[in-house]
Structure formats: structure tokens, C-alpha cells
């Protein structure tokens, strides 16, 4: 063992495992992007005031922090999550509204490690501040939805609440809290101390112990107002025009104090049930004003990316792209050559590797087939005397009777007709 490995819950993303994580990013952005919001990139670390304004309800802020005092006597922390650090922002730019962003990226939560949960692990997620409008909800969920299908998964399920107005809200927690304290022996010890913070979060609970006491609590639609149910029924209809399914789920608070009207989650229905989330969100008020802003409507999510990849195993789809290369280039004549002509290839717009330190041909073959790339190019002194160098697919009926010998010159256009008789072979 060497002295030093990753601290518990972090790890390394070692290739090919890489490439599937920055694909995953990548079809997020094309996502997005094509609906008009651009990247936002934060500091990972801000002064802990920043996220301490998310709530104090939420083990995130009270438990899990990584928070430090910096050489220069500043109470820091690196972020649990991205909401807070977009909302700080806004308020610091003050860019024209509606501002419609999306981020990538690894946040920070001192969390105990299990599968799928890390103390550092990649979210993505939008946030559009300044417009409060529920075919804007809408706009937000469907890119969620749209995002997963993209990656292929179908076992998604879309669950979807309103916590009405604040005032709607007020009413409804002042109720909550009358109940659960009328029935506090029946609540488990965690869920009592909650209590104390936050009713809605006792709705959270998925703890057995506390399973009878929710289901029988009293529940939000009976608060609405009429321009909270307004709110809520429009973007109910806004997602059956989009064909969007959603499941009404009416203890779907999320932790935010700031949350009112729409919340939603996406569950990866092959997941197991703690740890089902994908991902959520919410239209939320009130935070970019807490941090220094104009009082901002705000909606957003943000969804895991370990979770959603557990789930495309899962349902065996999006697998780690193709780390393999076009062109392998094997020289035996030393190394100059592969040097001149891999640049050449590259040049051309292939993705070509070769090897180093001189080795045999043999080994310098190995490598090649390792390299999973469809096309060898071979030059020996032989090749090198006679201005030529030699193709040999690699892939299929690998015979070295269908490799042929061609003349230096014609190394791009022939490099080209293998590959494209390989692809064909390929998906034959
Ligand atoms: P939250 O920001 O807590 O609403 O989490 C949104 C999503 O991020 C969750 O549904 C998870 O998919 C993911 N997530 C949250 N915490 C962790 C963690 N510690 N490790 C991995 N994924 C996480």
C-alpha cells in the first residue's frame, strides 16, 4: 500500500470511466445550452455566510460543511451545493433578468461514504433568477426530464408538489406543527429534534418509525390560495402538453426555507428507495435578497451524477464512450518515423496513438490491438527504403492477407477508405 490514498468519500476518476463523467456534462450543456442558458462558473469556496443562508434546517449546513478559517482570518466553505453561489452572483452582477444559467461541477458535503453518496461528487443542474411565471417551472422540469432521456433512461418518474404561497405555507406549517406535536410519543427521536427546526422536514422522513404519523398529516392542497392553485394547476397542464407524466406527491417539501410553490424530484425507479433521488428542485424567493440582492423569483435543480449513472447501469444504457483510437502507428524503425506520421494523421483529424521506447514489433502489435484502434500503419526499413508503409485493419477478420502495402503519399486517402471499410464491417 503506498502511504497515501484518497480520503474517505473522495475518489479519483480514473479513464475510461472519465470520459463517460465529461459526456454526461457534455449532454447536460447540449441540453440547456439549446434552450438558452449559459454556463455559470462559481468558486468552489465562498465565505460560509453564503451557505449558511440556505437554511439551518438542513443537516447540509448544520453537519456536513467543510468549513475553515483561511490565512487571512476568513470563515470559508467549500460548497455543499451551486444555488446559494449562483444567487450570490446575481446579486454582485446584477445581470438582466431573466438570467438563465447552468452549472457542472463537484461540491462538498461531509457526508458518511456509501454508494452513491461522496463527500465530494459532480452535480449539474440551472438556475433562472428574476421571473415568476409556471410555464417557466414547466421550461425547467422538461429540461430535467429531457436530460434523462437523452441519456437513455426510461425508469424515471417525475413527482411533483407546490407548497402554495408563503403565506399558504405559514398556515400550512403552523397546522403541521400543531399535529405533530398532538402526536409527538408517535414520532422517533430524530424527527422530534427536526420538529423543533422545521415541521415540513418531519414530511421528509423516511424512516419507518415515522411512516404512520406523515401519512396522516394534514396536507398542503388544503392551504392553497386561489393563486397558488392557479400556479400549480398550470404547470400541471403545461406538463401534459409537453407529455411530461408526473406523480403527485403532496409530502415532497425539499429542505429550503425559501421554497414556494412548484418542488419536484426525479426518482430513479431502479434505485433503492433511501437513495433514490436523482435529483430535484424547486421555485424558490427570498435568497438572492438574504444575500445582498433585489427580492429575485428564482426555480431551479440540480441532479447528481453519480446516482444517474448508477441508474443508467442499471438500465444498461449510457455506457462510457469508445476510448479507442483511429489510427496505431507501429515503427521499427527507431520512432522517427511514428513521431512524422502521427502528427500527419492528427493533423488530418484522426485520433491516432503509437508506441514509445523503440520496443519489438511484436510488442509494438500488442500494443496496437490494445489500443483497440481499427487501422495499424506499419513502416519497417523496408517501407522506409521503398517510400511506402503498410495498412492492416485490426479489427474483424484480422488476416495479414488484407493488409496491403501503399505508397506513402496515398497514406491519408487509404488511412481513410480503412476506416470506413471498418465502420461498415463494424455495424454489419
Ligand atoms: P440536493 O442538492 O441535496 O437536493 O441533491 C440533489 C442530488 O444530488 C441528489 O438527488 C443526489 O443525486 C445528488 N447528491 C446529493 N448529495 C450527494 C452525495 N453526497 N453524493 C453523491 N450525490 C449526491
Redesign the pocket.
Known amino acids: 500500500m503506498p502511504e497515501f490514498q484518497t480520503s474517505p468519500?473522495m475518489r479519483d476518476i480514473l479513464p475510461p470511466d472519465s470520459a463517460r463523467w465529461r459526456q454526461f456534462q457534455s449532454v447536460f450543456a447540449g441540453v440547456v445550452e439549446s434552450a438558452g442558458y449559459g454556463e455559470i462558473m462559481p468558486p468552489l469556496m465562498e465565505d460560509l455566510g453564503v451557505f449558511q443562508r440556505i437554511g439551518d434546517a438542513t443537516d447540509?449546513v448544520t453537519k456536513e460543511m467543510y468549513d475553515f478559517t483561511d490565512k487571512g482570518d476568513r470563515h470559508v466553505a467549500l460548497r455543499p451545493?451551486q444555488t446559494a453561489s449562483v444567487c450570490r452572483a446575481f446579486a454582485q452582477h446584477r445581470p438582466p433578468t431573466p438570467w438563465k444559467v447552468f452549472y457542472a461541477g463537484p461540491?462538498f458535503?461531509y457526508?458518511k461514504p456509501q454508494r452513491?453518496?461522496?463527500?465530494q461528487?459532480d452535480?449539474v443542474g440551472i438556475e433562472v433568477l428574476g421571473a415568476d411565471d409556471p410555464y417557466l417551472d414547466v421550461e425547467v422540469i422538461s429540461l430535467g426530464w429531457e436530460f434523462y432521456e437523452k441519456l437513455g433512461l426510461q425508469r424515471v418518474e417525475l413527482l411533483l408538489n407546490s407548497l402554495g404561497e408563503p403565506e399558504d405555507r405559514a398556515r400550512y406549517v403552523a397546522a403541521l406543527e400543531t399535529y405533530f406535536r398532538d402526536n409527538i410519543a408517535s414520532l422517533t427521536p430524530e424527527s422530534r429534534i427536526t420538529l423543533e427546526k422545521n415541521p415540513l422536514r418531519v414530511l421528509d422522513s423516511k424512516r419507518e418509525g415515522d411512516a404512520g404519523i406523515v401519512s396522516g398529516a394534514p396536507r398542503i392542497a388544503d392551504f392553497y390560495s386561489e393563486g397558488a392553485a392557479a400556479h400549480f394547476a398550470a404547470v400541471q397542464q403545461g406538463l401534459t402538453d409537453l407529455n411530461i407524466p408526473y406523480t403527485i406527491d403532496t409530502k415532497l417539501v425539499?429542505g429550503l426555507d425559501y421554497y414556494r410553490h412548484t418542488t419536484f424530484?426525479y426518482i430513479g425507479q431502479t434505485l433503492d428507495s433511501a437513495q433514490n433521488?436523482?435529483?430535484?428542485?424547486g421555485r424558490y424567493d427570498g435568497l438572492v435578497a438574504s444575500l445582498g440582492g433585489p427580492d429575485t423569483h428564482g426555480i431551479g435543480f440540480?441532479?447528481?451524477?453519480?446516482?444517474?449513472l448508477l441508474a443508467c447501469d442499471d438500465e444498461g444504457v449510457f455506457a462510457a464512450p469508445d476510448p479507442s483510437v483511429d489510427v496505431f502507428v507501429v515503427d521499427s524503425t527507431g520512432g522517427r518515423q511514428a513521431l512524422r506520421i502521427t502528427a500527419e494523421l492528427r493533423n488530418a483529424g484522426f485520433s491516432v496513438d503509437r508506441a514509445f521506447e523503440n520496443r519489438s514489433m511484436k510488442s509494438q502489435m500488442k500494443a496496437a490491438d490494445r489500443s483497440g484502434a481499427s487501422v495499424a500503419l506499419i513502416i519497417g526499413s523496408n517501407e522506409l527504403e521503398a517510400g511506402t508503409i503498410v495498412v492492416r485493419p485490426m479489427r474483424g477478420a484480422v488476416d495479414v492477407n488484407r493488409q496491403r502495402e501503399v505508397p506513402r503519399g496515398d497514406m491519408i486517402s487509404e488511412v481513410t477508405k480503412a476506416l470506413i471499410v471498418a465502420v461498415k464491417e463494424a455495424s454489419a
Open positions: 468519500g447540509v451545493e461540491n458535503r457526508e452513491g453518496r461522496y463527500r461528487f452535480q425539499r424530484e433521488a436523482l435529483g430535484g428542485g440540480a441532479l447528481g451524477l453519480d446516482r444517474t
